[in-house]
């Protein structure tokens, strides 16, 4: 039986990850890289131990299976022997084993719910759960909710006990247009909060209303332009997506229903939906960090709230690889550059090349006009985390800067309430530290902001602070504007920098409410 995936699922180790717990990597044996277990799973060697066929497993049987050297796990209803695996995993062999012999979906779910699993483990693929021949009322009733398809009457019940009052959708038509209205009742929906795509034949528009997501997914009944526009009524929560006709005929229908249509889940539960975008620019910041934009489909609605990540999918020797960055802005200063294309159609990436690493020289080699698939986004910060502000301070090491680029325009452009925005960012040197210069100048221009950068590999020159996070550092850095302010910390960097600042701030008597960690 699946298990109903939990409300938490961190993400693995990535320095651009949010998420709200660190897990630790352990190291690998050599010849046990994630290239290495590409080139094992292409090599024909028989990983299941059953010779190619593919069985039904009882609970009974998997139970049996609960050693390092017999391990077969349970996810989402397939059944994998990943003994194969042990030694490839970068979490380490007593991680899988927790969920030996069992469902290992919450598990999954808790450390790594991007991880495309599926393609990493298709060779190690034992079979399918089998299902009870008896099942009671309830859990066809529990099954339905888990599969995402909700009866109205469900929806209905659903929203009163746990989320939104209630919600529906209609449309209407003129000559050149179909508009589609969703009536959410909720005074907290914007643009970030409703994502369109128009693929092919399939039309799929997603609104997030707090931690659940209401799906619209049709076939439409005839063929649209290419262009559409998405207005927001804040005040009363109405959605409209207006579609423009490729020719003036009158529609009979919308369409027809597609998979989880007029569904309404926990969004935790609805998967992960990508689009493919086109690389348009690549420029060079650091010495090893480069500025990736990417362009959006003319056919999709797309805005990355601030704080959030998405997940950039590519296929290297045949597997697909996913990896979590957060999306920046062009430019740190708002009177920079305007970006390329107008209406949000671009977004843009500061990511860290490592070249021993799988991901990120595949993804340097790309050229201008490559795609690379674009993921929905995920994260637990919310921007009314930053309601009524008057302190505000970022913790940042390397790339987990990126997440405070968005973090910190947003504060000093839309936080009436904001006294003061500090930024402590450590690097290892100075050819380290990301956009320096647009960072003093910003805090030369708006005097609410101040930067002080930490080196721990510091030329003899260097007048500023060095070493480590540590508890001198950090008192000095986080002196509040008042005793009773209020105030967010928030902390990103490698997996130690984000364990052991965030142990120092509740140290230093920061309430649990006051911290932030995207844990990397």
């Known amino acids: 039986m699946l298990n109903v995936p939990s409300q938490s699922f961190p993400a693995p180790r990535s320095q651009q990850r949010v998420a709200a717990g660190g897990r630790s990597k352990v190291p690998l044996k050599q010849g046990r890289s994630l290239m290495d277990w590409i080139r094992l799973t292409k090599s024909g060697k028989d990983l299941t131990g059953l010779k190619g066929r593919l069985i039904d497993v009882t609970e009974e049987e998997l139970k049996k299976h609960n050693k390092k050297s017999d391990c077969w796990i349970c996810i989402r209803g397939f059944v994998y022997n990943v003994s194969p695996y042990m030694e490839y995993h970068p979490g380490g062999e007593d991680e899988l084993m927790r969920a030996a012999g069992s469902d290992g979906t919450d598990l999954f779910d808790q450390v790594h719910r991007w991880v495309n699993y599926e393609s990493m483990l298709k060779e190690c693929l034992v079979g399918r759960m089998a299902v009870k021949p008896t099942l009671s009322k309830d859990y066809h009733e529990e099954k339905k909710v888990l599969n995402g398809i909700l009866p109205k009457s469900q929806v209905t ?65 005839h063929e649209i332009q290419e262009d559409f526009s998405v207005r927001v009524t804040e005040n009363v929560g109405k959605v409209e997506i207006i579609l423009k006709k490729k020719e003036n005929t009158f529609w009979k229908s919308l369409g027809q229903s597609l998979e989880s249509h007029n569904s309404f889940i926990p969004k935790e539960e609805r998967g992960l939906f990508y689009r493919k975008c086109q690389l348009i620019s690549k420029k060079d910041i650091t010495h090893d960090t480069k500025l990736f934009g990417l362009m959006l489909p003319p056919s999709t609605h797309l805005q990355v709230p601030t704080g959030q990540h998405v997940y950039l999918k590519l296929t290297i020797t045949g597997t697909e690889i996913v990896k979590p960055y957060t999306p920046v802005s062009e430019s740190l200063l708002s009177e920079a550059q305007e970006p390329v294309l107008s209406n949000n159609k671009c977004i843009y990436f500061l990511i860290k090349i490592y070249p021993a690493g799988l991901f990120t020289p595949q993804l340097d080699h790309l050229q201008i006009g490559d795609n690379i698939s674009v993921s929905n986004p995920e994260g637990s910060f919310q921007k009314s ?55 003093e100048n910003l805090a030369f221009k708006d005097k609410r902001f101040d930067v002080e950068f930490v080196l721990s590999e510091p030329p003899s020159e260097w007048n500023g602070k060095q070493g480590y996070i540590s508890p001198a550092l950090l008192s000095e850095f986080l002196i509040r504007s008042s005793d009773k302010s209020k105030v967010l910390v928030c902390i990103c960097g490698p997996a130690p920098f984000t364990e052991q600042g965030t142990r120092l701030l509740h140290d230093l008597n920061f309430s649990k409410d006051e911290i932030h960690s995207f844990t990397a």
Do not use: C
């Open 385 to 439: 985390q930053m309601e009524e502000l008057e302190d505000l301070f970022l913790l940042a090491a390397g790339t987990g800067f990126t997440p405070m680029v968005k973090i910190l325009n947003f504060a000093l452009t839309s936080i009436s309430s904001l006294r003061k925005v500090k930024l402590m960012f450590y690097n290892k040197t100075e050819d380290d530290i990301i956009w320096r210069s647009q960072l």
């Open 157 to 221: 019940d659903t929203l009163a006990k746990e989320g939104p009052s209630s919600l529906s959708f209609d449309w209407f038509q003129t000559d050149t247009v179909v508009t589609i209205v969703i009536y959410t009742k909720q005074k907290d929906i914007n643009l970030d909060s409703v994502i369109v795509d128009h693929q092919d034949d399939s039309f799929r528009a997603e609104t997030i209303i707090k931690d659940y997501s209401y799906l619209i997914h049709l076939g439409l009944s």
